[in-house]
């Protein structure tokens, strides 16, 4: 007889159905693990609410860490047992991006929980060579976090941040948050975080974002330029994902400076005669982010793993949610309605 396990599986967009499903079998080069943790992404509530996944039903879920439980034929280097976490995109490694490693601009990618099953379940396979083994001091929460970790990792460096120079974090969710970690990690001096929600502020400032805005209640564009002598900051980052925020970025910018834009809005951007100008007079660099890079080529991956395991990059409050999978269809239904504040909201299968 099979065995079976508890999965989050959706069916259809809005149709999330906590099941018993048969434990998937690692094929070659694959491994089985055991989810400790995982956490909603961003991307996960449009996704599971509205979008949907490529074929139905697929276990979505690609943020997270855990232990291997079991080897697909011809699996060695992975010991059995092992504490990993697992980079969810599966490149073709045939097509023009993937042979110079820009795995993320791949034309024919699989995806863990929106291609291919993911961990919003007890177990979950995948390919070897996605897997990274944990540093000792990484727990199975940080780990479901390298995901966001790495993701603003590779917006921050393409900031091209120098010493000392100010940056404003426009949207401190948990990418914002990490960001602004980054940020300072990678030798900016003053960090400032602006976002509407009061909680989210108040992670990002215990993590060391210098100045906190709130947007609702201030004029975040200046504010930043009183804090500046009225020139802006020299680099700014959207990770709100709203034409509104990308407007502030341009804004907010001093001359010469760059602004990188990862926020996910799925909207048209009208900017007004102010920030048309600024892009030409400030001669500003736009520039946008898309997902993580990893090994062989640029690791933010593993570059993420090693300042999480020297505890440079650390949770701080961001994760406001600990739930079982038995709670995921209603807390999805709560991140889509925005019944209560919430940063990361993380489950425990
Ligand atoms: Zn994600
Ligand atoms: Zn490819």
New binding site residues.
């Given amino acids: 007889m099979k065995k079976t396990m508890k999965a989050a599986n959706l069916y259809a967009p809005a149709d999330i159905r906590v099941e018993q499903v048969a434990v998937p079998e690692p094929g070659e080069g694959e491994v089985l693990i055991r989810v400790k943790a995982v956490g909603v992404c961003g991307s996960d509530v449009s996704r599971l609410m509205e979008t949907g996944t490529y074929t139905f039903p697929t276990i979505p879920g690609h943020e997270f860490g855990g232990e291997i439980v079991g080897l697909g034929a011809g699996v060695e280097d992975v010991p059995e047992g092992a504490r990993v976490t697992v980079i969810p995109l599966i ?5 023009e ?2 042979l110079i490693g820009e ?1 993320t601009l ?4 699989d995806y863990l929980g929106s291609r291919c099953d993911g961990a919003y379940a007890e177990y979950v396979k995948a390919p070897a060579k996605n897997v990274l083994l944990l540093p000792d001091d990484v727990d199975f929460e940080m780990a479901a976090m390298t995901d966001p970790i790495s993701v603003a990792l590779h917006a921050v460096k393409k900031l091209g941040i120098q010493p000392g120079d100010r940056v404003a974090v426009f949207g401190v969710g948990p990418i914002g948050f990490f960001s602004v970690q980054w940020a300072k990690a990678l030798g900016a001096g003053d960090v400032i975080a602006v976002d509407i929600f009061p909680e989210k502020l108040a992670a990002a400032g215990a993590v060391g974002a210098d100045v906190c805005i709130n947007a609702r209640e201030t004029d975040a564009v200046a504010a930043i330029k009183e804090l500046t002598d009225g020139k802006g900051v020299e680099r700014s980052l959207e990770f709100a994902g709203s034409p509104i925020t990308q407007e502030q970025c341009i804004r907010a910018t001093a001359a010469l400076g760059s602004t990188v834009w990862g926020g996910i809005s799925h909207q048209p951007l009208n900017l007004s005669e102010q920030a048309v100008d600024d892009i030409l007079r400030k001669e500003l660099v736009i520039r946008g982010s898309w997902n993580s890079s990893f090994a062989p080529f640029v690791s933010d991956w593993e570059n993420a793993l090693a300042f999480m395991g020297r505890g440079k990059i650390v949770k701080g409050d961001v994760i406001t949610h600990r739930l079982s999978l038995d709670e995921l269809p209603d807390a999805i239904q709560m991140m889509l309605e925005r019944k209560t504040d919430f940063n990361k909201v993380m489950f425990f299968p």
């Fill in positions: 490149p073709c490694m045939t097509c991006y993937c795995y791949c034309r024919e990618y």
